[in-house]
């Protein structure tokens, strides 16, 4: 089946500092990555969408300078919180959709839960 | 108004007893749908995934769509305490497209 990993699967940092999350596919590619925010007891939203060689597109009330995406590869996309602050605190989930389209479907990553004190 | 409404639960059923999960949707446009399980602390695994109305079947799970009544039912039969899950509906416009998700239901199996 296709794999997504995530890495780190859990981060506290302090306030201020930044932290990047790295979302692969193991085995495809994926042109298209997704990256989601889910709050406690929350359904998952959509931050940006992430094509390989090209800027990522954010959803609306996103900010870009605050939350890089870089998909320099067909298999690694990667998301940094700058300056991060406590409510940025959250859980992060990734997704991957084929290149190959062997499915329509998009592949979930397990998430990394994301503490800022 | 939520492009993709769903009741939050919880839901609580004995094991053994049929489980009905459902969403509404206001949009559309929205083609293909999916129900998804998360565990707590976990990432969404895809359960059931379908393209425009009808049902789909999968062992213990059944999933159908109206898009007449924008809405969607996931049944689970036999259900066993390793079903206590949060269940999450989704669906899109295209198979690239995003993906707009429902609240999703906490769902437990009582032993």
């Known amino acids: 089946g296709a794999v997504v990993s995530q890495h780190p699967s859990r981060v506290i940092c302090k306030s201020g500092t930044s932290v990047k999350i790295e979302c692969r596919s193991l085995?495809?590619?994926?042109?298209?990555m997704f990256w989601y925010r889910q709050f406690p007891k929350q359904s998952l939203m959509l931050m940006a969408t992430?094509?390989?060689?090209?800027?990522?597109?954010?959803e609306q009330g996103v900010e870009k300078d605050k939350f890089l995406i870089n998909h320099a590869s067909l298999t690694l996309s990667t998301l940094t919180v700058t300056s991060a602050h406590p409510e940025d605190s959250s859980f992060y989930i990734c997704?991957?959709?084929?290149?190959?389209?062997?499915?329509?479907?998009?592949?979930f990553g397990p998430g990394t839960r994301l503490t800022v004190l | 108004q939520k492009e993709v409404e769903q009741d939050p639960g919880p839901l609580s059923v004995p094991e053994g007893a049929i489980v009905s999960l459902n969403c509404t949707y206001s949009?559309?446009?929205?083609?293909?749908f999916m129900w998804y399980r998360q565990y707590s602390r976990k990432g969404p695994e895809l359960l059931m995934y379908t393209y425009s109305s009808g049902n789909k079947e999968d062992g213990r799970f059944t999933a159908q769509v109206d898009k007449s009544s924008k809405y969607i039912s996931l049944f689970i039969r036999d259900s066993q305490p390793s079903d206590s899950a949060t269940y999450l509906c989704?669906?899109?416009?295209?198979?690239?497209?995003?993906?707009?998700f429902g609240s999703g239901t906490r769902l437990s199996i009582r032993p």
């Open positions: 085995d495809f590619q994926a042109t298209t």
């Open positions: 992430s094509n390989e060689g090209s800027k990522a597109t954010y």
């Open positions: 949009n559309s446009a929205f083609q293909y």
């Open positions: 989704a669906m899109s416009k295209g198979s690239a497209s995003k993906i707009i």
């Open positions: 997704s991957a959709l084929p290149r190959d389209r062997r499915t329509d479907t998009q592949y």
